[in-house]
């Protein structure tokens, strides 16, 4: 079976420190990845979304990026935080189009900025 | 602009209570709605509809999808403080794997 890993589960940064946010995805090959911030009151944003090494697409323009190493591992980073980036942070996956697009996600990741 | 509006935003009940949370959507190209659970952390996943009509059911959990209204329902009857939750829906248009969601209702069970 499947399983995503997300870490680490909660991070008090300060403002101007780096960021990084690190997903896998085990029990499956070729998946979609997604990076999701969820802030009270606004439902889920997508931030980015991979459908592969090295491919990432960016939703909104932010102070975020994102990386895709290797087949199953994807990375959210900053160089510079902003208290604007604090905020519950999820990573995601999902087969490939046209064998089930049901969205999983992670436990995700408390980030606060201080 | 593709959107997802849930409502209420807040339900506070008692235990035993039937509940029905609505979704409405604005996707270009509709494929699937899909609903999910949020206690703590992750959400879980319940329910994808892509049909018209067809109830899909868990337990006590059902939802059904009405494509000429754009809108779904999710009904939970005879609820449990164990229902208490965020529930989010979320629509994915054709040609596409992102997924659009809504805020979210907040349900809140008393016993």
């Known amino acids: 079976s499947q399983t995503i890993h997300q870490w680490p589960a909660t991070l008090v940064q300060p403002v101007g420190s780096p960021l990084s946010l690190e997903c896998t995805v085990e029990g499956t090959s070729n998946p979609n990845l997604y990076w999701y911030r969820q802030a009270a009151g606004r439902g889920l944003q997508l931030l980015f979304y991979s459908v592969g090494i090295g491919q990432i697409s960016s939703e909104v323009p932010q102070n975020l990026s994102a990386s895709r190493p290797q087949d199953r591992q994807f990375i959210l980073s900053s160089k510079k935080l902003l208290l604007s980036d604090s905020g519950f942070y999820l990573c995601?996956?999902?087969?490939?189009?046209?064998?089930?697009?049901?969205?999983?996600f992670g436990e995700g990741s408390w980030l606060t900025v201080v | 602009e593709d959107k997802v509006v849930q409502s209420p935003l807040s339900l506070v009940v008692h235990e035993g209570d039937t509940v029905t949370l609505n979704c409405s959507y604005e996707v270009t190209n509709f494929r699937s709605l899909l609903w999910y659970k949020q206690e703590k952390k992750a959400p879980t996943f319940l329910f994808m509809l892509?049909?018209?009509?067809i109830e899909k059911k868990s337990g006590r959990l059902s939802s059904i999808l009405d494509k000429k209204e754009l809108s779904s329902i999710l009904n939970i009857t005879a609820t449990q403080t164990g229902d208490s939750a965020i529930y989010l829906c979320a629509a994915r248009g054709e040609n596409t794997d992102k997924l659009i969601f809504g805020t979210g209702t907040r349900l809140q069970v008393f016993p």
């Open positions: 892509t049909s018209s009509g």
């Open positions: 995601a996956w999902s087969h490939r189009r046209g064998t089930g697009n049901t969205i999983y």
